[in-house]
């Protein structure tokens, strides 16, 4: 049994994966506040959870270990009884609860749930006001106590985003980026990370590269592992230029780390380019795929060590993106494979349904989504071995098959 990280590459044979099954937060996404909880629709639970467990079942079938986020720490919690207490009081201090008695009120329903992995999973739901008992008094009402401003009935908000375990945190070799998340909704998804690598017997000894509680926002989105020395990292709108300056500070002189280059993208602003991964993502040993619309509009920055300790040299490159990924793989030449064959429509429709976001389960066999066939028939063309998910329900989040999982330990190349 293999206990903590190693992934060096996005595309070396995977053993262990992180994912989190869709659960009742899904059920708790109001209509009218999905905006501010970052979603475009309300995903059929049911259906949903049908097709993630089709996704872990096909993940298992390539000996994968499927492990789950909300499980993981439920066993931190059993392994370190106190820390629980510790999480709630954090868990508490961000949810935004209003209201002068509602805390108190929320804290004695989660005191109520025994059952660790129940209750890791009730905080990740969301809290409604027909939920928790308020004090009964005649002079005050239910409304007053929580929320005067809000007609939502949330106390606390759901965190629908969890099934994309790919952001709150990023595996980078033996070490681990544990996220602060561009928005508030995904912030508090990190905690979850926070308590698997504070108190998981298998997990808590790891090097933490970037910590929550930075100054600066980054997502897992936009970390690629090219190979065991270099990492590609997608300056976007959820991952800042600075962020990845603590990276490099905490990356290049911790001893647990072989990483001495960093190749930060600097992509567009877009729902479209939410994450270096939803731009290209690695498939095989000289493939990638790609959204057409990206070419030519790279900007590339190499950061590696400076003589002394603490000094980041950093220049930019303006090569083309087939040049700056086969010089990083070491490789003579690398082919990018068009998300929607090049039709514009087929590459603006599949990109929406994250055509490009596949994850490789080893080089050349990687999972899909369903729904992209013109990019899958692009990619079947192309030799690749597709590992198809259903995805009617799962797609409505925004994130393909390589949202929705982190990689634990992948084989070296």
């Known amino acids: 049994m293999t206990k903590g990280l190693h992934v060096t590459s996005e595309i070396g044979q995977l053993k262990k994966v992180c994912l989190h099954r869709p659960g009742d937060e899904l059920l708790n996404l109001p209509p009218d506040e999905l905006e501010r909880l970052l979603f475009d629709d309300v995903p059929f639970l049911e259906v949903a959870q049908q097709e993630h467990d089709r996704f872990a079942e096909i993940l298992r079938e390539q000996g994968v270990e499927v492990l789950y986020l909300e499980k993981l720490v439920a066993e931190a919690f059993d392994a370190v009884p106190e820390a629980r207490a510790e999480f709630q009081k954090q868990w508490l201090d961000e949810a935004g609860i209003k209201g002068k008695m509602a805390p108190q009120a929320v804290s004695e329903l989660l005191d109520?749930?025994?059952d660790n992995f129940e209750y890791v999973k009730k905080t990740m739901a969301g809290i409604t006001k027909a939920e928790v008992e308020m004090p009964h008094t005649s002079s005050v009402t239910l409304d007053s106590l929580v929320n005067t401003e809000s007609e939502s009935d949330l106390i606390v908000d759901p965190m629908p985003n969890l099934y994309f375990t790919r952001?709150?945190?990023?595996v980078v070799g033996t070490g681990v980026n544990l996220n602060r998340m561009y928005s508030v909704t995904r912030n508090r998804e990190t905690l979850y990370g926070k308590y698997i690598f504070k108190y998981h017997p298998d997990y808590k000894d790891v090097s933490l590269y970037f910590r929550r509680?930075?100054?600066?926002?980054?997502?897992?989105?936009?970390?690629?592992?090219?190979?065991?020395?270099?990492?590609?990292?997608?300056?976007?709108?959820?991952?800042?230029?600075?962020?990845?300056?603590?990276?490099a500070q905490n990356m290049f002189w911790n001893s647990d780390s072989k990483i001495d280059t960093i190749l930060a993208f600097?992509?567009?602003?877009?729902?479209?380019?939410?994450?270096?991964?939803?731009?290209?993502?690695?498939?095989?040993?000289?493939k990638f795929t790609i959204h057409p619309a990206i070419m030519g509009t790279l900007k590339v920055y190499k950061l590696t060590p400076g003589k002394n300790p603490g000094e980041v040299d950093i220049t930019e490159t303006t090569d083309t993106l087939e040049h700056v990924l086969a010089s990083a793989l070491g490789i003579d030449a690398v082919k990018l494979i068009p998300c929607g064959g090049g039709d514009p429509i087929a590459?603006?429709?599949e990109q929406w349904n994250d055509g490009s976001n596949t994850l490789a389960v080893a080089p050349g066999k990687i999972c899909v989504y369903q729904r992209n066939n013109?990019?899958?028939?692009?990619?079947?063309?192309?030799?690749?071995?597709?590992?198809?998910?259903?995805?009617?329900?799962?797609?409505r989040g925004r994130g393909g098959p390589r949202c929705m999982s982190m990689p634990f330990w992948r084989e070296d190349l």
Do not use: W
């Not at 952001?167 to 990023?170: H, I, L, S, W």
């Not at 600097?266 to 994450?275: E, G, L, N, Q, Y």
């Open 167 to 170: 952001d709150p945190f990023a």
């Open 213 to 247: 509680d930075a100054s600066f926002h980054t997502e897992g989105g936009d970390v690629l592992n090219i190979n065991e020395h270099t990492i590609a990292v997608g300056i976007s709108q959820r991952t800042q230029a600075a962020a990845i300056d603590v990276m």
């Open 347 to 349: 590459a603006a429709r």
């Open 266 to 286: 600097d992509i567009p602003v877009s729902r479209a380019f939410m994450h270096l991964d939803t731009v290209f993502t690695q498939i095989d040993v000289d």
């Open 112 to 114: 109520s749930i025994t």
């Open 374 to 395: 013109v990019t899958n028939d692009v990619l079947y063309k192309e030799g690749m071995e597709l590992l198809v998910v259903p995805s009617a329900e799962l797609s």
